[in-house]
């Protein structure tokens, strides 16, 4: 039963950590993490393509909420008075930018659009490049614009989280995130293993209380083990 808890735990653990976008790594080393934008839906009003402006609706490294247009599924949503188009949706990790500048996300599948007349459709597809701005805490879609010849649009978006590590404010860092679930983790493990023990009226109440007993010890021996081999290494006796 508890091994069953544990299993349960780990794989807790490790859903909650994935991100589709919390290591994005270029080609000349620069890291980027932007997790942190992840699971919102954010918007932007009356950005002009061409003669016309349009409303728009995004989510980074992940999909909206509600569907767009004929498509169920969407990351970029194309919205104007009586009608939206979905400009493709998220499948894959970001592309990290040399040299600092960014971070390039990639959407496709978007509703089938004729470039022109004549021409058979094509699904949208679409490029967010999220620019590194220290000055947006979250992020700003500052402009949407498409090629009249294709059905591939390029946006452009400003985000202080799309800078190298990270540098937007908002959220836990990874390593904040991993502390507070290994904390809630470690008090499920302790009072589930305990209450476990209670009702199955077991002599030990706390669960592999062998192991954590002599944890310390074995801490201890561990130390006085590295130390024998480190601390007279490179002394030379003279006797």
């Not at 919205?79 to 499948?91: F, P, R, V």
């Not at 599948?109 to 947006?136: H, Y």
């Not at 009702?199 to 006085?224: R, Y």
Request: charged share 15%; glycine share 12%; net charge neutral.
């Amino acid at each position: 039963m508890m091994n069953k808890i544990i299993l349960s735990l780990a794989m807790l653990i490790a859903v909650t950590l994935a991100s589709n976008c919390g290591s994005i790594k270029a080609a000349d080393g620069t890291k980027y993490n932007i997790a942190s934008l992840e699971g919102t839906v954010y918007t932007a009003s009356q950005l002009p393509d061409g003669p016309s402006k349009y409303d728009y609706s995004f989510a980074v490294c992940d999909l909206l909420s509600k569907p767009c247009g004929v498509m169920e599924e969407a990351s970029l949503c194309q919205e104007w008075n009586d009608g939206a188009a979905s400009l493709g949706k998220y499948t894959s990790t970001g592309t990290g930018q040399n040299g600092g500048v960014g971070v390039l996300i990639s959407y496709t599948d978007g509703e089938p659009f004729s470039p022109s007349r004549g021409q058979p459709k094509v699904p949208r597809t679409a490029t967010l490049n999220i620019t590194c701005d220290k000055s947006v805490k979250t992020i700003q879609l500052v402009s949407v614009v498409h090629d009249a010849d294709t059905a591939e649009y390029k946006a452009v978006a400003l985000s202080a989280h799309a800078c190298p590590g990270g540098g937007g404010s908002s959220g836990g860092s990874g390593g904040a995130i991993f502390l507070i679930i290994l904390l809630v983790v470690a008090i499920v493990y302790f009072a589930g293993g305990i209450a476990y023990n209670k009702i199955k009226q077991n002599d030990e109440l706390l669960p592999q209380q062998t192991f954590w007993v002599g944890l310390p010890g074995l801490v201890v021996d561990g130390g006085k083990f590295i130390g024998s081999k480190t601390c007279c290494r490179g002394q030379v006796s003279f006797e």
